[in-house]
């Protein structure tokens, strides 16, 4: 059979050169991931990170499609990954968003070299054995949009720092051991209106900045603390929150004036110290959930709206109130 020089030429190109071709990955972001690989202890979750295969195809990543860097790495549920997080990860200078999450064995404290992300937009470090300080120089990362610290062993106080994130949408800091008092700086962020703002299941201690009333929060948690006075900042009716929980803490204020947001469908204010009547308007929210026991209210619960869909447990171990769920007043 007579083999032509146009075939021989195609089979050339296949054989020899298709490889390479189909190989997106660049190779500075490959060199760093495998190192980042042999740091982690080449765990069995990146058993796909294969140097003679392409790696914007291994598991745990993301390339773009058009520049083909690498801007998603994401690392999870694994109780075999050990060790510390790589320096290197600061070295995939197109990393948008970075994930180690459910890993109970990843110690250390939070490395230093994230701060070189430029352009990442998600930080999500959760669920890890992570301790140390929250680091001041998560604020250089000015892009960042969301950004999830809890269940960690992270001690110390709250960086201020935080509130120069001028797109942060999302802020959980829950689940730690963290100190002292919540910033006053956390009332001036560029964005007025976060997501979410989650800083319960702490030892925050103090009271409640009263810069706070600048922000419009969509869910607020602060609960289980050791927070304290008066919390009337985070209310007000040109506020469009969602879920307030503010439970368990030593907050001591007076219900019976307080405005809540007409979007409020949630409320959690148990196990504090909190005197007065629940306002009449409450009555007027599509509540969903809300919990006001262990506190030391008094009077008649108000008749209308959701209140009394709600259980006795919404109300008990409360000084005199009554009425409907409770029993009659006298």
């Known amino acids: 059979m007579k083999i032509y020089p146009a075939f021989l030429s195609f089979l050339f190109i296949t054989i020899f050169i298709s490889p390479s071709v189909s190989d997106h990955c660049n190779a500075q972001d490959k060199k760093v991931l495998l190192k980042i690989k042999k740091a982690l202890?080449?765990?069995?979750?990146?058993?796909?990170?294969d140097p003679k295969t392409?790696?914007?195809?291994?598991?745990?990543?993301?390339?773009?499609p058009n520049t083909h860097r690498v801007v998603s790495l994401t690392l999870f549920s694994d109780d075999r990954l050990t060790g510390q997080i790589p320096p290197e990860v600061g070295d995939l200078p197109?990393?948008?968003?970075?994930?180690?999450?459910?890993?109970?064995?990843?110690?250390g404290t939070i490395q230093p070299a994230i701060a070189k992300?430029?352009?990442?937009?998600?930080?999500?470090?959760?669920?890890?054995?992570?301790?140390?300080?929250?680091?001041?120089?998560?604020?250089?990362?000015?892009n960042l949009t969301y950004l999830d610290l809890s269940f960690n062993n992270l001690s110390g106080s709250i960086p201020s720092s935080l509130s120069t994130l001028p797109n942060l949408e999302d802020l959980h800091l829950d689940?730690?051991?963290?100190?002292?008092?919540?910033?006053?700086?956390?009332?001036?962020?560029p964005r007025k209106n976060l997501y979410l703002f989650i800083l319960s299941h702490n030892k925050l201690s103090g009271t409640i900045p009263a810069s706070l009333a600048n922000m419009d929060f969509n869910t607020i948690d602060l609960s289980r603390n050791l927070?304290?006075?008066?919390?009337?900042?985070?209310?007000?009716?040109?506020?469009?929150?969602?879920?307030?929980?503010?439970?368990?803490?030593m907050f001591q204020f007076g219900l019976s004036k307080v405005q809540f947001p007409k979007s409020?469908?949630?409320?959690?204010?148990?196990?504090?110290?909190i005197t007065g009547s629940i306002p009449a308007g409450l009555t007027d929210l599509e509540l969903q959930f809300m919990n006001v026991s262990y506190n030391r209210l008094c009077g008649q619960i108000p008749v209308g709206g959701r209140l009394q869909s709600f259980d006795y447990s919404t109300y008990f171990h409360n000084r005199c109130?009554?009425?409907?769920?409770l029993d009659t007043c006298k």
């Open 227 to 249: 927070l304290e006075g008066d919390p009337s900042v985070l209310f007000g009716p040109n506020k469009t929150t969602f879920e307030i929980d503010l439970s368990r803490n």
């Open 175 to 189: 689940r730690n051991k963290l100190t002292g008092t919540i910033p006053e700086s956390f009332g001036m962020f």
């Open 117 to 142: 992300l430029k352009n990442l937009k998600m930080l999500r470090l959760s669920w890890t054995n992570l301790s140390g300080p929250v680091p001041n120089f998560l604020s250089q990362l000015k």
């Open 94 to 107: 197109y990393l948008e968003t970075l994930l180690f999450r459910h890993l109970p064995n990843l110690n």
């Open 41 to 49: 202890g080449n765990p069995y979750l990146l058993a796909s990170w």
């Open 321 to 325: 109130l009554c009425g409907a769920p």
């Open 264 to 273: 409020l469908a949630r409320l959690d204010l148990n196990h504090n110290k």
């Open 54 to 64: 392409d790696c914007c195809d291994w598991y745990c990543l993301e390339c773009h």
